[in-house]
């Protein structure tokens, strides 16, 4: 099976970059990074990109003119980043902690002739439990028992799509927010890797269910 061409998008510290890279180098994952995507021109993300030798692409969010509509700015900032990736033609987007939301047109650019997207994101709740940013603190801050990660192909409602992966874990003796995180970011760099395995060979059928789609692993 030859490499998946993905490029990997993130705002932040870059963990997952870090845990995706390890699976790829033991070839457990056999896919291609073909370069790395922030809005954050100083994120984490870009300097582990450029110590793997990855092209990182810095395409920042607060350099454009403030004075054009959210809409309007989110559209320039996706339009600079596709004139940037699609000459790498990249096969698959691999979303991993970034910020941004993604307008439609944008997410139907990657949309395979099967109807999902071609872009995969994880997500530090048990979706639908707690969407948006900061969902570990959100679970802690809620007393929730049981947080966990989703691995979800992407649309354009927020934090939705596809479910692919799921796992919980337990909080209930967690004392503090950043215990809660760094027991979550311990399962999100095992089940990411693990998740992409199958998803970027496309190896899932989607099913359909009363309240949304669901991505089931083909066996
Ligand atoms: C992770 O918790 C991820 O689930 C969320 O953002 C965080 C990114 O962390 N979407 P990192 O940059 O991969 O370390």
Redesign the pocket.
């Known amino acids: 099976m030859s490499a998946v061409r993905i490029v990997v998008f993130?705002?932040?510290?870059?963990?997952?970059?870090?845990?995706i890279v390890q699976a790829i180098r033991k070839k457990e994952l056999p896919a291609q990074i073909l370069a790395v995507v922030s809005d954050q021109p100083d994120a984490?993300?870009l300097v582990k990109a450029r110590q793997y030798d990855i092209p990182a692409i810095s395409v920042p969010w607060s350099s454009l003119d403030q004075s054009l509509s959210v809409s309007d700015r989110r559209s320039f900032h996706e339009k600079q980043i596709l004139e940037k990736i699609l000459p790498l033609q990249p096969q698959f987007l691999v979303?991993?902690?970034?910020?941004r939301v993604l307008t439609g047109d944008f997410i139907d650019v990657f949309r395979s002739e099967r109807g999902y997207s071609r872009m995969i994101?994880?997500?530090?709740s048990l979706l639908p439990a707690f969407p948006g940013r900061n969902?570990?603190a959100q679970a802690y801050r809620y007393g929730a028992k049981v947080a966990g990660?989703t691995v979800h192909l992407v649309e354009k409602e927020v934090d939705s799509g596809p479910v692919c992966a799921q796992e919980s874990f337990s909080i209930a003796d967690c004392r503090t927010e950043i215990e809660v995180?760094e027991k979550?970011?311990a399962v999100?760099h095992r089940l990411f890797p693990d998740t992409l395995k199958w998803v970027l060979r496309e190896d899932f059928s989607i099913e359909h269910r009363l309240d949304g789609r669901i991505c089931v692993r083909s066996y």
Not at 95 to 99: K, P, R
């Open positions: 993130a705002s932040g510290r870059g963990s997952n970059l870090d845990a984490g993300a979303l991993a902690g970034y910020m994101n994880i997500h530090p969902a570990y990660v995180e979550g970011l999100e």
